[in-house]
């Protein structure tokens, strides 16, 4: 404790998630910890640092893991402030942003540090919009310029950021719906060995919903599709059962939980009216993962079986994708699991999800580090392969990745190539059943970068483009192990 409470933290967004978790106001929460609602207030807005006092109240009052909570929030903003400074945008004058002055930006002005994050957010919004209405203008036989297309204000910021954001102000965790999803779990009274049965009855009996699957040529490459009128919820037949099963909890979420999910949408405060929908989607798929899989017995069996995803799969009727996906949102104030990262990405290196539990730093501007093995798992398909990275701030992390199928694909289309990477700090990796046998206490960690624009790393046989923190040494004599040579401001 002493090492965290010794610089001055500004745990604000943190702050404000363990509140919400516990569903109480400012005021409350300033009454249980014996202080001013104005000071509590000052230091969710990151207007004033925790002080020692404060972090072991908040500690003692909630369970609060004061190392976890300081570490997450200075990784996470450094990282983003890290990321933005490398943008050739802010090239020239002395240089690249020093690491040691980004440090304390985020430590001493993190009101600016978030500011400069939206300013830049902002600015690639823009610049797309841009290049947007670049694209969709024309030159006609008269030779003077047509649009093509008919742009809107809305490309300013893809809401998806948005999403992003407001999941890892909560780190993938909102205990509401895991607790009505545990609560409507139990009111089951399970008498089969699956859940798909009782949900479906559920809705059937209590709701009037009927499930039925449907043939591809009736769904037309939908694979769900709600006839509110009718009140048929219709499951297309190239579905799985574990996604078959997900579907239906996704309905159940709008039935069973919609005031709740309404009220999170509120309490996140996002303005476009695409956000607010797409915020609705992301809670209901929550709650189907937790309904699917209720926090306490899957907490347990996880533990049990050594985080095990296959026999997870089995057990809870579940793919590999939402057994990856729900690891990484157990972090129940009073029982919390691996603080897991996850990510899924297609062979031509997009990302499609991302969230972490901890301090690993996805970049939000840039694809991933080709020396991950996530990359490698499309030439193993279905096989899952081990990886001990380092990052090149030194932390090691315990890495699995598999590929994964989301649903039959009809022969004359081509089936998508997606793969998901899931991994957590190297201290957790003795609870895992595939690290058994691996050497943790002096592993040979590969050493991975964000991206390579990035990357610091000299000498990587994998690097694509030079790093955007360095000037470029171009000698046309000599060739190295990578060809972008660039000069070390330390020598």
Not at 124 to 149: I, P, Y
Not at 257 to 265: N, R, S
Not at 355 to 365: A, I, Q, R, Y
Request: hydrophobic share 40%; charged share 25%.
């Amino acid at each position: 404790m002493s090492e965290v409470v010794e610089k001055k933290l500004f745990i604000g967004p943190r702050l404000r998630r363990i509140r919400r978790e516990f569903g109480l106001t400012q005021a409350k929460m300033a009454e249980e910890l014996d202080i001013s609602p104005s000071y509590l207030n000052l230091i969710e807005r990151s207007q004033r640092p925790a002080t020692a006092q404060f972090l072991i109240k908040l500690a003692g009052a909630y369970d609060v893991d004061i190392r976890a909570l300081a570490s997450d929030t200075e990784h996470q903003a450094l990282g983003e402030l890290r990321e933005i400074f490398a943008d050739p945008v802010f090239a020239g004058g002395s240089g690249p942003v020093p690491p040691q002055e980004l440090r304390d930006l985020t430590e001493h002005s993190p009101s600016v540090a978030d500011a400069v994050l939206r300013l830049y957010q902002a600015y690639k919004g823009a610049k797309l919009s841009g290049d947007r209405l670049a694209g969709a203008v024309g030159v006609g036989e008269d030779g003077h310029a047509h649009a093509a297309t008919r742009l809107g204000s809305a490309g300013i910021r893809n809401p998806m950021d948005d999403i992003r954001d407001m999941i890892r102000d909560a780190n993938n965790h909102y205990p509401e719906l895991d607790q009505m999803a545990e609560d409507l779990y139990g009111g089951f009274r399970q008498q089969d060995d699956e859940i798909y049965a009782p949900m479906r009855r559920h809705l059937r009996e209590l709701r009037s919903i009927d499930v039925r699957v449907m043939p591809e040529d009736v769904m037309r490459g939908e694979l769900r599709r709600f006839d509110r009128h009718r009140k048929r919820l219709m499951l297309s037949e190239l579905m799985e059962p574990a996604g078959r099963a997900f579907q239906v909890a996704y309905q159940l979420a709008f039935t069973e939980a919609g005031k709740t999910i309404d009220d999170l949408v509120q309490r996140a405060d996002l303005k476009d009216p695409v956000t607010k929908r797409l915020a609705r989607v992301a809670f209901a798929n929550y709650f189907a993962g937790a309904l699917m899989m209720p926090y306490t017995r899957f907490l347990d069996a996880a533990e049990t079986l050594g985080y095990d995803i296959d026999i997870l799969c089995q057990r809870f009727g579940a793919s590999y994708e939402q057994v990856a996906h729900r690891l990484t949102t157990l972090q129940r104030q009073t029982a919390r699991g691996i603080p897991f990262f996850f990510i899924r990405l297609d062979n031509a290196g997009n990302i499609s999800k991302r969230f972490s539990s901890g301090k690993f730093h996805f970049s939000k501007f840039g694809g991933t580090c080709p020396l991950w093995n996530v990359h490698s798992t499309f030439n193993t398909p279905g096989k899952i392969l081990t990886q001990i990275v380092e990052m090149p701030d030194g932390v090691q992390y315990f890495s699995l990745a598999r590929t994964v199928r989301r649903a039959i694909t009809p022969f004359s289309e081509p089936e998508p190539q997606l793969a998901i990477g899931l991994g957590c700090e190297l201290r957790y990796a003795h609870r895992l059943v595939y690290a058994k046998g691996a050497n943790l206490d002096t592993p040979n960690a590969t050493p991975i970068g964000i991206n390579c624009q990035l990357c610091d790393r000299a000498d990587c046989r994998q690097r694509a483009a030079p790093p955007l923190t360095k000037v470029l040494d171009v000698d046309e004599h000599r060739r190295g192990i990578s060809p972008f040579g660039f000069v070390d401001e330390t020598d």
